[in-house]
Each structure stands twice: as C-alpha cells, then as structure tokens.
C-alpha cells in the first residue's frame, strides 16, 4: 500500500511531525537533565553532539556545538518519524492500535539509540541505570511513539486519501 498523493503531499507531514517530536524529546530531555543534575541543560545537546564530534564537543570555548546537537537532534527524530510514516500504511496494526503501536514504536527507539546508535557513536559511555533507562524509555513513548502513532493516523486516515490497492 503505497500513498498517493491527494490533498496533502507526505515530506511536509513527516517534517511537521518530526519537528514536533524532537521539540518534545528535546524538552522532556532538558527536564529530566535538570530535575538529575541541576547543572546547565546545554550539555544535552553538547553529548548529543559528541556522537559526531567526540569529546571536542564538551569545550566550553566550541560554542556552536550546542546547536549541532540540537540539529543532530531533531534530524534523528525525523528520521524516526518517517520510518513510522513509512511503516504506518504497511503494517495494519499500528492503525488499528494507536497508542499500543505508539507504545511499541517509543520501545524500539530506545532499543535502537541505546543499544546500536550510542555505541557505535562517539559519545561517552555511560552506566547502566535502571532508572535511567526506564526514564529514557518512557520520554521516547510519551514524547515520539504516541505523538507520532497519531500523526501518522491523522495523516493516513484523513478523508480523501487512499493508497495505490484501493
């Protein structure tokens, strides 16, 4: 089932809907930085940086690192969300289970980042934290898989729209 294109062209979707869960997982990242550590939440975005830069990327004197994180960022939670809106009209779950698929959809990100991206990134390792990893994983259900489960609904569900074997 391959979209077709009717009122509302797919790339300003999938942007929209990126834009808004990276703000999302971004937010809720700051939050969850400042609420453990009370230190400057710019370090998010610096140690999201690092993947690509490594430790240059904690100087305090490379000022724009901060920003690549940020761009890093919500260039990852794109990609994420256009492999949902990739899956979305393939696999029928997900539109008859939103907020399961959502659920499922924010397990598999955490799974992905942790477990394949971080460690073939540059970023420091870190322990292990149950706490942690439950924190992470709960963000990325409430703050990317629902948010985009229903985005990727709304879109592929609107009046008007049909797929190539309808």
């Given at each position: ?134 924190t992470g994983i709960l963000i990325l259900i409430v703050a990317v898989g629902i948010p985009v489960s229903i985005l990727a609904a709304r879109y592929y569900e609107r009046p008007g729209f049909r797929?190539?074997?309808?």
């Open positions: 089932m391959l979209p077709v294109k009717e009122n509302k062209p797919l790339l300003p979707a999938i942007l929209a809907a990126g834009l808004l869960t990276g703000i999302l997982d971004g937010f809720a990242a700051v939050v969850q930085y400042l609420i453990n550590t009370g230190r400057n939440p710019v370090m998010v975005f610096r140690f999201i940086a690092s993947g690509i830069f490594g430790k240059p990327a904690f100087d305090p004197e490379a000022t724009f690192m901060p920003v690549w994180g940020l761009f890093f960022h919500l260039a990852i939670a794109t990609i994420f969300t256009a492999i949902f809106f990739f899956l979305y009209p393939r696999i029928p779950f997900f539109s008859r289970n939103r907020i399961t698929g959502g659920v499922i959809y924010g397990l598999v990100i955490w799974l992905i980042m942790n477990r394949i991206v971080l460690p073939l990134s540059n970023t420091p390792s870190l322990p292990f934290k149950l706490k942690s990893a439950v797929t190539e074997e309808q």
